[in-house]
């Protein structure tokens, strides 16, 4: 239906209106399995025929046929990884994976290795990284026959269907990830009214975990152990709802929270009330970023994707989308990081839109430098950290 609707845009959203909230952050937790499960079903499945235009597995059996594979191996980091560096680099922040450098000639060389600490990328394939060797026997053009270039192989109507659905897609992951109080979303998103809220409480580095423990459980009713389980995840994953209820009660927790962790360390703590509804969201934008990083390892798809996370958005004052994102970095949790995932293994993957993006950045550098000096948390995993792969590029 959303391939003939007039406007497929507000279809989109329709569903994920209607669908989200239903998924995450209901009063009772599904398990993390049963999750899965109906976002696949009811959310991710349904994107990806439309995306297809036919079952989904047949579109990608099609696409891995007539692909080549690319000649950049781009493989991001888990922190703690294993990688390798060689004499041969241009730099220091060239590096590879290990199943690239087994398969290089930097083997038998005066190479060094490390822990990656999280975020950066493989360098194999990138002639301007290595001053000899830069491909991996996998990664060399020269060793595969098939191998033109890594041009576009998407049929006109999948590439024009793919670039309308990402449009709608990291508009809303977009939106959903910058969202501010008072922030307007797109009509067919507004919340319905539903009296249910989260107070949602932050990490930052002022406050020790004992800090955070003692605040809780003088401000939302509950034991030690509940208070440690809640303050682990907040170290975890950024932030955690640390009460469900309605907007006063909310209101009040924040309060409580704020002016119990004051008084032990000059700076309260940073705590959020959000609607229900619109943490269902963000949950879900978060999922979506992780759905992009498997869509376009395909070639195509990625150019669709970089075309759409760098056109110039429609208002002039407001910047591209994959801007937005940069410049609300130092005050995303750490959802940030999979925002980085996305750009290493799109923009950064692509020779002239690599270039269109560190017009960008360059645009905001600034800006974003000052962020990261304001910035209180976790300055480890920050946008700035991008500038190795862009300002150590010389044909940059
Ligand atoms: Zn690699
Ligand atoms: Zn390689
Ligand atoms: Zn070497």
């Not at 009811?42 to 079952?55: D, I, N, V, Y």
């Not at 991001?76 to 390798?84: A, C, D, L, S």
């Not at 692509?350 to 976790?378: C, G, M, P, S, V």
């Not at 991008?386 to 010389?394: A, C, D, E």
Request: aromatic residues 10%; negative net charge.
């Amino acid at each position: 239906e959303w391939q003939e609707a007039a406007d497929s845009r507000a279809e989109l959203l329709r569903h994920l209106k209607e669908q989200v909230p239903r998924i995450f952050c209901l009063k009772k937790e599904l398990s993390p399995q049963d999750e899965e499960e109906l976002v696949q079903s009811h959310l991710l499945h349904p994107l990806e025929c439309f995306l297809f235009g036919e079952h989904p597995q047949e579109g990608l059996q099609k696409l891995q046929q007539g692909s080549s594979s690319s000649q950049l191996c781009g493989r991001v980091f888990k922190e703690g990884e294993t990688v390798y560096s060689c004499d041969c680099a241009i730099d220091p922040t060239c590096v590879l994976c290990m199943d690239c450098f087994q398969d290089s000639v930097h083997k038998t060389h005066r190479y060094k290795m490390h822990a990656s600490s999280g975020g950066g990328f493989c360098d194999c394939g990138d002639v301007e990284a290595w001053k000899i060797g830069p491909y991996c026997s996998k990664h060399d053009p020269g060793a595969t026959t098939a191998m033109v270039t890594d041009d576009c192989v998407l049929e006109p109507e999948l590439y024009e269907r793919a670039e309308r659905l990402f449009r709608v897609l990291l508009r809303y992951v977009t939106d959903f990830l910058v969202w501010e109080e008072n922030f307007e979303l797109p009509s067919e998103l507004q919340p319905t009214k539903e009296n249910a809220y989260y107070c949602v409480l932050y990490n930052d580095e002022h406050h020790s975990y004992d800090h955070v423990i003692y605040t809780l459980q003088r401000s939302v009713n509950c034991d030690h152990n509940e208070a440690h389980t809640y303050t682990a995840l907040i170290d975890k994953e950024g932030r955690r709802a640390v009460k469900r209820g309605t907007l006063h009660s909310c209101e009040q927790a924040k309060d409580l929270i704020r002016s119990n962790s004051e008084h032990i360390s000059l700076q309260p703590l940073r705590v959020e009330i959000l609607h229900a509804a619109i943490m269902a969201h963000q949950t879900f934008a978060l999922r979506l970023g992780s759905w992009f990083q498997k869509i376009i390892g395909y070639s195509g798809f990625r150019q669709a994707f970089c075309q759409v996370a760098l056109e110039p958005s429609a208002d002039s004052d407001t910047p591209c989308l994959i801007s937005r994102l940069m410049l609300h970095d130092a005050r995303m949790y750490k959802a940030r990081k999979i925002v980085h995932e996305l750009i290493f293994c799109s923009m950064l993957m692509e020779t002239e839109f690599k270039r269109l993006f560190a017009i960008e950045f360059t645009k905001h550098y600034k800006q974003l430098q000052k962020d990261f000096i304001n910035d209180d948390h976790e300055r480890s995993i920050s946008i700035t950290a991008l500038s190795v792969q862009i300002f150590t590029v010389p044909t940059l």
